[in-house]
């Protein structure tokens, strides 16, 4: 009689056999009380296997979240996370072999053609034709076998060319498809040939399945072979195997990812170390200047508000900044080698581009001016020495490996800069270009400074190159303004002192606007020829249009640029600093007579201007006049051809009159 389950499935069958009271056969009263009997069986039957099934469950998940904790963890070895893979797989699934194969090129799209299968229907039987496999080739193959305590083979490629079981891992990876062959010997595609491998080994059944990264891109293949009770792989096992594939695929890609980022880390050091030699000063330019005889501050005028680096040559100008560390005393007051002053100060002249305005010269200018600020304004007053070598220092960095592009360039092309830093990227970049000079060797100069020291140091430096952002400066000045307004005078504070700091940055940077006219007129041409080429980039290369001070084609509206540019930017500036000290007034006057002479141009331009259109406009008049005349001529030789056709000779002259004036209209135009 058959048991049902509650849905009415047979899920068995139960016979009673040979009754023992005497009686030849069972009677309808037996088959009822056997019936009623096996309802409750069926019922104890069903409830077995669903405990069954749940028990099975539970150690499948504990299984494999053993698994997945294992994977997770090991993540920086590649082979001792496939041991550890391998190892569980055997557990979980109780087979002889398990195999992972590594594709070479994983990832990489694949051929799917190369195992067509040609079918043929011979009786129940069907053949397959498969094609070569050539293309599939494994960088790297694991084999664990249960015998061998564990210790994971690794087989050489002339073993896995021969081996059948990798012949099945290249027809899984190719038509990445699972397959399960509960008898090798018989099976129609691979069936025939050798199916023992070169150890020994037999393959009875076997279980082979794709392995996938979280892109779902195939990196690997990893097979069951031969289930210890004899029987095949069946869909429970499947099932089982395919999360279990999952978590080897996540965990393979993630060591593979690391193994990579290793990599590309040590890529990367051997790639600053090389751009750390070549962007370091050699040793001859470091000897020249070590060698020089350094001229004294007062003798290239290094504390003058008026000073132009025009006449002095490169050299010179790295002369110039070594006079003023020698003149803060850093090497004696922080034993900085002389050497090595050297030798950083030729290397920051090597890390500027030899790009038209923000180039080594524009940083020495910027680190002249704050020299000034500081001896001859006498900010010095609020300074400490630290503070001062920062500051310096800061000033010749502020622009390093600037490219002639501002940060809304950066931002428009998506540059790595712009990736890499978003906010102030250019600034962010210059200060990280510092920090990488002071790290090559020899190149040091805060060395000697006490931990506490450096790291002061390195901090004052970031918030001053940071500052030269003028985006930075918009936000900051409305605060120190507060602070000068109510008649701060101290600045000591760190905030406060801080804000001092980042306004003197922007008074150095933009000092060029108080330079004597002569001066300020050259570098303002400067300037402007940098904006128009990134203009110039913005419009061929982008199909943008650029800004007006960055478009060539508004060239002369240079000088009205430059008074908005005073106004905007270098007068609030300079004016809250003559008002801080009397001895920083000079930066006020400079920039006020520089805005009186751009005004002037600006008018000029204007008048210009007004003067062309006014004289367009009495050309037209003249035009429209002379004109007029000819019609009117015109008319009137009509009227005395109508009245009278003897006239024809006077009507000739009078059209010859206008033509004649028409003339005349043409060549003043």
């Known amino acids: 009689m058959p048991i049902l389950n509650y849905e009415g499935d047979v899920i068995g069958v139960a016979q009673i056999i040979n009754k023992i009271n005497g009686e030849t056969f069972f009677s309808r009263e037996d088959e009822e009380v056997f019936k009623n009997y096996l309802t409750f069986c069926g019922i104890g039957i069903t409830n077995a296997q669903l405990f069954e099934m749940s028990v099975e469950e539970f150690k499948r998940n504990q299984m494999l979240l053993k698994l997945a904790r294992g994977i997770f963890e090991e993540q920086n070895n590649l082979d001792r996370l496939i041991q550890k893979i391998m190892l569980e797989a055997q557990d979980l699934l109780n087979c002889e072999r ?21 079918l043929s229907v011979e009786g129940e039987k069907q053949v397959a034709k498969k094609a070569e496999n050539e293309d599939i080739m494994f960088s790297k193959a694991f084999d664990l076998y249960a ?37 090798l010997e018989s099976d129609p595609i691979f069936g025939k040939g050798q199916v023992t491998e070169e150890d020994g080994f037999k393959t009875e059944n076997i279980l082979s399945m794709p392995v996938y990264n979280s892109d779902r891109k195939i ?39 690391y193994e990579n980022a290793c990599k590309l880390m040590a890529k990367q050091t051997v790639a600053l170390e090389v751009l750390s030699y070549h962007a370091t000063a050699q040793q001859e330019e470091t000897d020249k200047l070590k060698n020089a005889v350094i001229p004294g501050s007062r003798d290239v005028q290094l504390m003058e508000y008026s000073f132009s680096d025009f006449d002095l040559s490169d050299d010179e100008t790295l002369q110039g900044t070594v006079r003023m560390f020698l003149d803060l005393g850093v090497t004696k007051k922080f034993h900085v080698p002389y ?15 030899p790009v038209t305005y923000h180039n080594w010269r524009h940083a020495f200018n910027v680190a002249q001016t704050m ?32 490219r002639g592009t501002n940060n809304a360039f950066q931002s428009k092309v998506e540059s790595p800069l712009a990736v890499l830093y978003g906010t102030s990227t250019m600034e962010h970049h210059h200060f990280d270009h510092c920090i990488m000079i002071l790290n090559s060797a020899g190149n040091n100069i805060f060395e ?17 190159i940071l500052s030269t952002d003028l985006a930075l400066y918009f936000k900051k000045r409305g605060g120190f303004q507060k602070l000068v307004d109510s008649g701060e005078k101290g600045f000591q504070e760190p905030e406060k002192k801080d804000l001092l700091r980042g306004m003197m940055m922007t008074a150095c940077d933009v000092a060029a606007i108080t330079k004597p006219w002569e001066i300020q007129r050259e570098v303002a041409q400067l300037v402007a020829g940098e904006f128009f080429e990134q203009g110039d980039i913005e419009k061929t290369e982008l199909n943008m249009a650029p800004v007006a001070m960055m478009d060539r084609e508004k060239k002369d509206e240079l000088p009205k640029m430059q008074v908005g540019f005073i106004d905007a930017i270098c007068m609030p500036v300079y004016k809250l600093f003559a008002t801080l000290d009397v001895n920083l007034k000079p930066l006020l006057d400079g ?25 367009d406009g009495s050309k037209q008049n003249k035009q429209n006049k002379s004109s007029n005349n000819k019609l009117k001529g015109g008319t009137s030789s009509d009227k005395v051809k109508t009245k009278n056709q003897k006239n024809s000779e006077a009507i000739k002259d ?10 005349k209209a043409c060549c003043v135009l």
């Open 339 to 353: 050497d090595v002053l050297c030798r950083w100060t030729c290397s920051v002249k090597k890390n500027y581009r």
């Open 448 to 464: 000697q400074l006490s931990p506490d020291d450096y790291k002061e140091c390195l901090k004052i430096v970031e918030s001053a």
């Open 147 to 183: 015998n061998d305590r564990g210790n994971v083979q690794t087989p050489s490629q002339e073993v896995l060319a021969k081996s059948k079981n990798a012949e099945i891992a290249r027809h899984v990876a190719t038509t990445e498809q699972t397959l399960n062959i509960a008898d």
């Open 591 to 615: 920039c006020s007579n520089n805005r009186r002479e751009w005004q002037a141009l600006a008018d000029e331009h204007e008048s210009d201007i007004k003067s062309e259109h006014s004289k």
């Open 654 to 663: 009078s059209s010859g009159k206008a033509t004649q004036s028409k003339s």
């Open 371 to 402: 020299f000034t600020m500081l001896y001859t304004g006498k900010m010095r007053n609020l300074m400490n020495d630290l503070e001062m070598f920062a500051l310096i220092t800061a000033c010749l960095c502020h622009d390093l490996d600037h």
């Open 219 to 257: 990196i690997g293949v990893a097979q069951l072979i031969n289930k210890k009770n004899r029987q095949p792989f069946n869909d429970s096992d499947s099932n089982v195997f395919e999360a279990f594939a999952i978590f080897c695929g996540l965990g393979i890609h993630n060591t593979q990812m």
């Open 98 to 118: 398990c195999s992972v194969y590594l594709i070479d090129g994983a990832g990489e799209s694949k051929d799917t053609t190369k195992y067509e299968k040609q």
